[in-house]
């Protein structure tokens, strides 16, 4: 099923608020050693100065471990500087808008929260993925409603007629306890803030959320 994905299936790592580029640098690097697929660069309360700054840092080290680097809001920095992709919020740019700025190879996320008809109205504009949540209570968003896992199923019936196939992407409070259930429910991709990044063995826990897709598969 995950073979014609447009954006990789697994541990889909989403940085934590921090401005310290060496920090955000090897946290990243630990998270890629455990097998993390992809990384969404979120910094909201940084000059457009340092935000591009630290962006440029990172770029080149997400290109050398072949992970695609996403920046979140920002979809013209992402083209600035070359980045792999840009996720977007329904208070950001119009994504129609911005596919139409974006290189064709260009990655594009959207959040669709729990909300289908949204989804479906993405799914007409060459997005690559659709994310979903807060599946969990969230730290990083502790006011933000809650999603039903059967939203995963759902979504991944409306990406089944795309070639390639958007992924179904899910976001929130995610853990390593909690996590089999998204991806049973037709999660593709798990975005995880604190889930990894504020864990004490960063590399580890990717390890373990990464092992959740070799067991999908065994099975």
Known sequence: MNRDL????????VTPDWHDAGQLEQSIRQAAAGGMTAIQLRLKNLSPEK?????????PVCKNLQIPLIINDDWQLALDIGADGVHLGKDDADPAWVR???PATMLLGVSCYSDLARAQQMLTLDVDYIAFGSMFSSGTKPQAPQAATDIL??????????????AVVAI????????????AAGADSLAVVGGLFMTDDIEQTARRFSALWSNTKAH
Do not use: M, V, W
């Open 51 to 59: 935000r591009c700054s630290i962006a440029r840092h990172l770029l």
């Open 172 to 183: 929130g409070g995610i853990t390593t306890d909690n996590a089999p259930s998204l991806l």
């Open 153 to 166: 199923t759902r979504a991944q019936a409306l990406t089944q007629a795309q070639e390639p196939r958007p």
């Open 100 to 102: 139409s700025k974006l």
């Open 6 to 13: 447009r954006f990789p299936a697994g541990l889909y790592g």
